[in-house]
């Protein structure tokens, strides 16, 4: 951790209790048990004399104005532009990461030199033009309380607010996170718990609960899948991945399967042709959904 870094600059995390080997983090099913002077999985959250400490709080990485198409969103606030932010961090560890300086990376000194407030992001937003802001490009439950704090001043300010995420959190936070939050894009990486254990470290069954909790708070959800030739794109997995779409969520459910690149750890599947993206959108067309967008495709 940066040392110019002192406990009275930092913001103190949410969802933490004490135990006697450490602070157990409570916000994502990693559960982390942290060690004083250490920080969680995710980098980003610190055990700093027996607190926790939000160390992305006030420094966000990456700060862009996009198409809320990009983050992808299609049928949220159409050809609108979001104002949006990422931080460092990240609660998964996804061998094909297309992102992976920013969810690997760490905040440095220079991080500490400049903090820009919830307010100060919103009031760039709305001169800036758009029409929301996007919690996006790293994992933004893991700057949760920043998160949260940007989504209250923008809710005073009638700016909507989107969140691009893996959907790996508990559900008592995500009951606190998800009210504030109008528009997601929720990454589902791979129908089984077989690929999530072994290529991102983590679990499906969060991921679903959370998407699921988000639906039936009556939000707009959009879910992307990236296909990996080889791994996450059999007739059967993808079947399953619909049928349980249908089932618990809806066919009105946009649905975005996007192409691989071989980008960070993995890199021995060959990127996902465009003919077995149409297949799997002729899939899902077939079983009635009436959203299905492909993505990536060059
Ligand atoms: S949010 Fe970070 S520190 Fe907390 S449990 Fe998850 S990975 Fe660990």
Redesign the pocket.
């Known amino acids: 951790m940066n040392s110019k870094a002192k406990t009275t600059d930092l913001k103190k995390a949410k969802?933490?209790r004490q135990t006697e080997k450490g602070i157990l983090?409570?916000?994502?099913?990693?559960?982390?048990l942290?060690p004083e002077g250490k920080?969680?999985?995710?980098?980003?959250?610190a055990n700093l004399a027996n607190e926790?400490f939000s160390l992305a709080y006030g420094h966000p990485a990456a700060i862009h104005i996009d198409p809320i198409e990009k983050k992808p969103l299609n049928e949220f606030l159409p050809r609108t532009t979001t104002f949006s932010i990422g931080c460092y961090?990240?609660?998964l560890d996804c061998a094909f990461c297309q992102n992976y300086h920013l969810s690997r990376g760490s905040c440095s000194t220079e991080d500490f030199s400049q903090f820009i407030s919830p307010e100060k992001l919103v009031e760039d937003a709305l001169t800036a033009g758009c029409q929301s802001v996007a919690f996006t490009y790293n994992e933004p439950?893991?700057w949760?309380e920043y998160m949260l704090d940007i989504a209250a001043a923008a809710k005073d300010r009638k700016l909507a607010t989107v969140m691009v995420s893996n959907g790996?959190i508990e559900p008592g936070p995500a009951k606190e996170i998800f009210p504030l939050i109008d528009a997601a894009n929720i990454d589902m990486k791979g129908f089984s718990e077989k690929f999530y254990s072994k290529l991102t470290h983590s679990s499906l069954q969060p991921v679903l609960n959370a998407m699921k909790l988000f639906y039936e708070m009556g939000k707009h959800l959009e879910i992307t899948n990236l296909v990996i030739p080889g791994e996450n794109d059999g007739d059967e997995m993808i079947e399953a991945f619909l049928s349980w779409t249908k089932n618990e969520l809806s066919l009105k459910i946009p649905l975005h399967f996007s192409a691989y690149h071989p980008d960070y750890k993995y890199l021995k599947s060959p990127p996902t042709s465009s003919d077995c993206l149409r297949a799997i959108k002729k899939t899902a067309q077939k079983m009635g959904f009436t959203s299905v967008y492909l993505g990536n495709i060059f």
């Not at 983090?25 to 982390?32: A, E, F, G, T, V």
């Not at 920080?39 to 959250?45: E, K, P």
């Open positions: 969802w933490w983090c409570s916000l994502c099913p990693r559960k982390c942290i920080t969680g999985f995710c980098s980003v959250r926790l961090g990240c609660n439950v893991v949760a790996y």
